[in-house]
């Protein structure tokens, strides 16, 4: 699998497609194919384009989407409204839109800080920008852990990877379960046990572990 890097992009204000550039031609958003068309004299929004390419390799999104319903640790209720729309620019009164977005860190698709188990990591601010991205991306190695039971050391002898691999992607019982499209959060999912992570430590080359 290839993961792509992470891209670093500034903050534009960008004109808005029918603006007029220099030489008469309509200035258009790089993420629109075709910029604002008619079809049957009735103006047609563009769509941004979704790049699945780059660097020459393909972009896997295995992320999952952020749902009212997606569950929340230990919670029964799941995340609720997490994204409403503060201000609108709908009935003419504000000048943009302005969206606010509220949610713990941990929802969803996340990568852990190293803070998020560590007290003095915390403290000293080891947030997620801390974590070197050259770990973060690049090929990945998609392995089928057994469904019966937890990520142990006796289950990480068996699946042999290799020494080199650095990113692993586990693929568990939790995906056959489908626990993330449950509202109620399952405290019986599938996870690494403490003989297991030390196990991956001592024998094996992984820097970047991935679990579904």
Not at 29 to 44: I, K, L, R, S, W
Not at 161 to 184: A, C, H, Q, S, Y
Not at 188 to 209: C, E, H, P, R
């Amino acid at each position: 699998m290839e993961v792509a890097p992470l891209l670093l992009l500034p903050l534009l204000l960008l004109l808005p497609p029918a603006a007029v550039a220099a030489g008469g031609e309509s200035a258009a958003h790089p993420g629109y194919a075709h910029g604002t068309e008619e079809a049957c004299g009735v103006a047609v929004l563009p769509a941004p384009e979704r790049r699945e390419e780059f660097d020459g390799g393909r972009i896997v999104d295995i992320s999952h989407y952020y749902r009212a319903d997606m569950p929340a640790w230990e919670s029964a209720e799941g995340s609720g409204e997490f994204l409403r729309l503060a201000r609108s620019m709908r009935n003419g009164s504000d000048i943009a839109n302005f969206s606010e977005l509220r949610l713990t860190a941990h929802s969803g698709t996340h990568v852990d800080a190293p803070g998020h188990v560590f007290e003095h990591y915390y403290d000293a601010g080891f947030d997620v920008d801390t974590l070197d991205l050259a770990v973060l991306n690049g090929p990945a190695l998609l392995v089928d852990v057994p469904r019966d039971k937890n990520i142990t050391a006796d289950v990480m002898a068996s699946l042999h990877i290799p020494k080199g691999v650095r990113r692993v992607l586990f693929r568990t019982l939790n995906t056959d379960r489908k626990l993330m499209w449950k509202k109620e959060f399952d405290t019986s999912y599938v996870g690494f046990m403490k003989d297991g992570a030390q196990w991956l430590v001592d024998n094996t080359d992984i820097k970047l572990v991935g679990r579904s």
